[in-house]
């Protein structure tokens, strides 16, 4: 983060950049046996970073953004969402 990037959009780069790391530490737990309640945990997170990737998704498209202005916005890597 530069200098001359206004502190909002600072701290929304931040606030990404900390849900993207949450995500991908709850990616790497749900491989772990579920018995207990962190697996539980993860599997939650990743169901809300899916959540949060389609509202962009939507939020995106209805604007007209081309995937390279949602993907700046996603929190899971573009070719992880075509594996599905």
């Known amino acids: 983060m530069s200098g001359d990037v206004p502190e ?3 701290l929304s ?3 990404l950049q900390f849900e993207r ?8 737990m749900i ?3 579920l018995f207990h309640l962190g697996g539980a945990l993860a599997f939650l997170l990743l169901l809300d970073a899916e959540v949060h990737d389609l509202a962009v998704i939507l939020e995106g498209h209805s604007l ?12 899971r890597p ?7």
């Open 78 to 84: 573009i070719e992880e969402m075509s594996r599905r």
């Open 8 to 10: 909002i959009q600072a």
């Open 13 to 15: 780069e931040l606030e």
């Open 21 to 28: 790391e949450r995500y991908h530490r709850a990616a790497a």
């Open 64 to 75: 007209g953004l081309g995937q390279g202005e949602m993907a700046q916005h996603l929190l």
């Open 31 to 33: 491989r772990e046996p």
